[in-house]
Every structure is written in C-alpha cells, then in structure tokens.
C-alpha cells in the first residue's frame, strides 16, 4: 500500500528555517507530480509550493522566495525548506503526489497525513 509521511514539522521562530519532508513508500512504479499544501486554523487547504516530474518548481506568491521545494526521486522523498517564516505560515502541512502503482494503472493521488508547522517567537 503507498503511504506518504511528512516529517519534520515543529516550533520554529520567525527568521528562523525548517524543513519538512515527504517520503513515499510501497509499491510505487512512478512518482510524478508533487505539491506541498498548507491549512491554517479557519481557513482552507491551499497549495503552497509544487514541483513537477521534470524538476520545475513553482510557488505561491505568499511564499515566494521564502520557500523552495525540492526532490530526492532515489528516496521518493520530497522536501520544502522554509526560510525566514513568518507567523502566518503556520498551519498543517500536507504533501500531495500523483502516483502509479504499476504501469497500467492510473494515477492516483495520495496525501499524506499532514505535520504542524508553528511559527513563534
């Protein structure tokens, strides 16, 4: 069965850094398409950073420059560094990624449990 788990969530002070970690397991043939996503406290699920199968990121404005996604495909992990966070950056963070499970399989997506990211000083 293919889980993800994100890692690495926590206190953290604003100026401060923090990487979460999104690692894949099971029976995975292709791993493509993954997303970093956010849930603050009234609000609703937003994606935040992606990375597609090619290696190309993209962002939301809100993090922009603050923020870099980034892949271990030999791991299937995938990992967001958050630099200078800001107090408005805290909320659950999910990670999201399309996968098949075998070549004639569609691809499906999974996401994995979420991790808590608090930024406070």
């Known amino acids: 069965q293919v889980q993800l788990v994100e890692s690495g969530g926590g206190l953290v002070q604003p100026g401060g850094s923090l990487r979460l970690s999104c690692a894949a397991s099971?029976?995975?043939?292709?791993?493509?398409?993954r997303g970093w996503y956010r849930q603050a406290p009234g609000k609703q699920r937003e994606l935040v950073a992606v990375?597609?199968?090619?290696?190309?990121?993209s962002y939301a404005d809100s993090v922009k420059g603050r923020f870099t996604i980034s892949r271990d495909n030999a791991k299937n992990t995938m990992y967001r560094q958050m630099n200078s966070p800001k107090p408005e950056d805290t909320a659950v963070y999910y990670c999201?990624?399309?996968?098949?499970?075998?070549?004639?399989?569609?691809?499906?997506?999974?996401w994995g449990q979420g991790t808590q990211v608090t930024v406070s000083s």
């Open positions: 999201n990624a399309g996968i098949k499970v075998r070549p004639q399989s569609y691809e499906l997506s999974y």
């Open positions: 099971g029976s995975i043939f292709s791993l493509n398409g």
């Open positions: 990375i597609t199968s090619g290696g190309s990121t």
